[in-house]
């Protein structure tokens, strides 16, 4: 349950992390009409971004440490 958790908050990272890179494209490439908004709509997404490494990473972190206790356990 853990794992797919984990590869669930990867695709999440990913997808904002696109979804980043677009919105910081779009604010300063072609011309828009307001390009503050894709800008301050990329800040959020980043935001987004680093909330979802973090709990990836959490998670990761976890599933590591469980697997250890359970490989000393059946030494």
């Known amino acids: 349950m853990r794992s797919l958790l984990a590869a669930l908050l990867l695709l ?3 997808g904002s992390l ?3 890179a677009f ?3 779009a604010s300063g490439g072609p011309p828009v009409a307001h390009p503050e ?3 301050m709509r990329g800040n959020l997404f980043f935001g ?3 909330g979802f490494l973090l709990a990836f ?3 990761l972190w976890g599933l ?3 697997k250890k206790r359970q490989s000393r356990s059946s030494d």
């Open 23 to 25: 919105n910081w494209w």
């Open 12 to 14: 999440g990272f990913a």
């Open 64 to 66: 590591i440490r469980r």
């Open 57 to 59: 990473v959490v998670t």
């Open 37 to 39: 908004i894709y800008r």
């Open 48 to 50: 987004i971004a680093c």
């Open 18 to 20: 696109n979804l980043t």
